[in-house]
């Protein structure tokens, strides 16, 4: 795969944008071909499952091109590939596995998990072609604890450590190599050394680079950038980064985030929209928890926007109906004056028959007029009911999304901080029951409440709607304490406008073989045709 467009040096922001939007149309396409290279993969390890020790390097690949695009996944071959080493008793592998497993959890966001998997890593076992891997991640996972500790004391000490630990990686490999010169970039990321962090960037693109190369490299020197004070410099080089990012079906990067903020800023409110809605479905179909986390604040304004926005285009609406309506009554007084004229002309027979004759088809011409009128009326007062319903909901959604997120970040603030507290004293044996104290059945039915509760709020003549599509036979009879059944809440998803049976699956926790018969088995039993019946929903 050949890496996507690198900064030129007369590179203007606004055609690399340009660029983007079209990387952003075909995206479906670059995340196909590298669910296509996994289906190719997980095919030939099924084959040879005999075969442990091809297995291990089957799954090591499909390990690896699941790192940056889904974390579930790459967590579950990780964990193989330990089980797989294990039973071959090779610790070589052992090492690779585990070394596997914190890159995972490294770009998950649990550096904590990441830092205690590295320290059990025995470097004298470790294949040589995956120290620089291990060195690269430790420094990785040492700058963000720094970050994150934010400690007089152990600050500096894990800096410190970060920096010995690029050192390290950078002579794992030849001067002048991909791995030698990312680490250089790294090394001057962190110093704020920009003549560093260019010099390196200029001798990696020499080099032959896949898209995911040319992204991680173009995001930290964009950083260095931003830090020293270019922005414009900066948003060209992290719309590289997105641009590469997208090509690469990286979920994990955080560049279209940052264009966004960046588009924002300058007032380009439906780039920086249309930006930050692909940031956060990468980042939900990653699992990457703490770039939800980033991006809550700056969505929230943007979503702001686009409410305002919406607003304004309805204010215009209103403005237009006004001048419909005044250039109606124009029209109507200029016929009023013109038929007062023609009555004076009647003393003459012949001109008398001509003007009676004009008056008629200009009287035709106002009811042509007045029935455009009643329509552009009804189209207009149509348009209202419709923005007003809009906005109603959305107002209430958005409500119901802050409500139900800042309480579950409340929730996990709370248990970070116990957990962290636990973990400071020693106690693992408490925060081992604390996590398994977690109730998640208990906590996915109070989610389907809530759900529940917002959604009826919202749409109170749903279930009673739903329940005219099927004869009264077959019709859904709820018990008191529940507001939905399991039906009724795959078909509110769908009102809602989430028509993916694989995303409906995830929010409910089913199986999407599950979602599919329950959605067949309700539209066999409504007398609306199969086809024909989601659109149904959507009216509602």
């Known amino acids: 795969m050949r890496a996507g467009p690198c900064l030129a040096s007369d590179g203007k922001t606004d055609s690399l944008l340009r660029v983007l939007d079209q990387a952003l149309a075909r995206q479906p396409i670059y995340d196909q071909q590298r669910l296509n290279r996994l289906a190719v993969l997980k095919a030939e390890l099924r084959s040879r499952r005999s075969d442990e020790a091809a297995s291990f390097d089957l799954a090591l690949f499909i390990c690896d091109e699941y790192q940056e695009f889904k974390y579930d996944s790459a967590f579950a071959y990780s964990l193989m590939l330990g089980k797989l080493a294990r039973r071959l008793h090779s610790p070589e592998k052992l090492q690779t596995a585990r070394t596997k497993l914190a890159h995972t959890l490294r770009s998950a966001g649990l550096f904590k998990d990441a830092f205690d998997t590295l320290k059990v890593i025995n470097m004298q076992r470790l294949e040589p072609r ?185 204010q215009q609406a209103r403005t237009y109906a006004w001048a419909i309506g005044l250039m109606a009554a124009l029209v109507l007084g200029l016929a009023v004056v013109i038929y007062l004229q023609l009555r004076r002309l009647r003393t003459a027979g012949r001109l008398l028959a001509a003007t009676n004759q004009r008056l008629h088809g200009n009287n ?108 009264e036979a077959d019709r859904i009879v709820l018990p008191d304490d529940q507001l939905l059944t399991t039906e009724l809440r795959i078909f509110a998803l769908i009102r809602l406008g989430i028509t993916d049976s694989e995303q409906i699956s995830r929010i409910l926790g089913y199986s999407i073989h599950t979602v599919y018969a329950y959605k067949t088995k309700v539209k066999n039993r409504s007398f609306v045709p199969n086809e024909a019946f989601e659109a149904k929903v959507l009216a509602i």
């Open 130 to 314: 995956y120290q620089a891997e291990f060195y690269e991640v430790y420094s990785i996972v040492c700058i963000e604890l720094a970050a994150y500790d934010q400690d007089s004391y152990f600050e500096p000490l894990y800096k410190a450590q970060a920096y010995a630990y690029a050192d390290s990686a950078g002579r794992k490999e030849p001067s002048g190599s991909y791995v030698y010169l990312k680490q250089l970039i790294f090394k001057a990321r962190q110093q704020n050394d920009l003549q560093a962090g260019a010099a390196a960037y200029a001798r990696l693109l020499r080099l032959p680079l896949t898209p995911h190369q040319v992204a991680v490299n173009a995001s930290s020197l964009a950083i260095i950038y931003q830090q020293a004070g270019q922005p414009e410099k900066a948003a060209q080089l992290m719309t590289v980064a997105a641009i590469n990012d997208i090509k690469s079906a990286t979920k994990e990067g955080i560049a279209l985030f940052n264009v966004s903020s960046y588009c924002y800023r300058h007032g380009d409110l439906p780039r920086a929209y249309r930006y930050i809605t692909a940031a956060k479905e990468a980042a939900v179909f990653f699992r990457a928890r703490q770039r939800l986390l980033e991006m809550s604040p700056i969505a929230a304004r943007i979503d702001g926007e686009k409410i305002i926005s919406v607003e304004h285009q309805r």
């Open 364 to 471: 035709n011409k106002l009811q042509e007029l007045n029935s455009t009128q009643q329509q552009l009326n009804e189209q207009l007062q149509e348009l209202n009911h419709n923005l007003n319903e809009a906005n109603r909901i959305k107002e209430e959604y958005i409500g119901y999304y802050f409500s139900n997120a800042s309480r579950y970040v409340n929730q996990l603030e709370a248990l970070q901080n116990k957990l962290s507290t636990l973990l400071k004293t020693k106690q693992v044996a408490t925060a081992q029951r604390l996590v398994e104290d977690i109730d998640i059945k208990a906590e996915r039915i109070d989610l389907f409440k809530r759900f529940d509760t917002g959604f009826i709020r919202l749409f109170p003549g749903f279930v009673a709607d739903f329940n005219a599509l099927f004869p």
